[in-house]
């Protein structure tokens, strides 16, 4: 029978994520809008796509509802509310509410300012170097399809860094993005769970094809 949890988790992720979307797209859509819009990737595409690197992986049923609930915490909806950690745990319980806090990153300073990028990376890498393995394999799992994502539209010839129509420009440039990766590869080896093994290899082969894309590896 399909875990609840799953099924509350999934249900919870695409209402609370309805109407937003990721910073651009790649693929040529398979359908046209009827009022000739730019057809845009919804959030619950990444989502999903994180769950599943992490069931197949082999990690439980919590661990899979909190990959699916991983941006909650950190994003704002469409109307930019912003989800309360105790309607989480209400949701969806402790264990899975504390992972989603382990891999959201703080947006904003204690009087309500936004932080600045490098603030909250490094907030985000020093809080993962504490957490479960658990943790580290929704990590690993989040930044192996967000920078296999950034590939692919590199290699599409889009320039991710820029913004345009539809597409929303990265907020860190070339060297702060790897910079960023190393940090949470480095942060998360001290698990020996052969579990993350998978994350760790294919996320450095993503980061030398991002360097060699972006032209960094000319740089060394």
């Known amino acids: 029978m399909f875990p609840a949890l799953l099924d509350t988790a999934a249900e919870l992720a695409a209402e609370w994520h309805d109407g937003t979307y990721r910073k651009g797209r790649w693929r040529t859509p398979v359908f046209e809008r009827e009022d000739g819009g730019l057809v ?29 609930l991983h941006d909650s915490i950190e994003d704002a909806n469409r109307d930019g509310v912003r989800l309360r950690v105790e309607t989480l745990r209400e949701a969806v319980g402790d264990r899975v509410a504390d992972l989603v806090l382990d891999v959201s990153e703080p947006k904003e300073d204690a009087v309500g300012r936004k932080l600045p990028w490098q603030d909250r990376k490094d907030a985000y890498v020093a809080h993962l170097r504490t957490a479960s393995a658990n943790a580290a394999a929704i990590s690993l799992a989040d930044k192996l399809h967000n920078l296999w994502s950034m590939n692919e539209t590199l290699a599409a010839g889009y320039d991710v860094f ?52 972006v032209g960094l590896d000319r740089e060394d």
């Open 162 to 213: 820029r913004s345009d129509a539809g597409r929303i420009g990265l907020s860190a440039g070339p060297s702060q993005q790897r910079w960023y990766f190393d940090a949470v590869l480095e942060a998360t080896a001290h698990h020996d769970d052969v579990r993350l093994d998978g994350f760790r290899a294919n996320l450095r082969g993503e980061l030398a094809r991002f360097e060699r894309l």
């Open 40 to 68: 845009q990737t919804p959030m619950m595409a990444h989502l999903t796509a994180v769950a599943l690197l992490v069931m197949r992986a082999g990690f439980d049923d919590e661990t899979a509802a909190a990959a699916l």
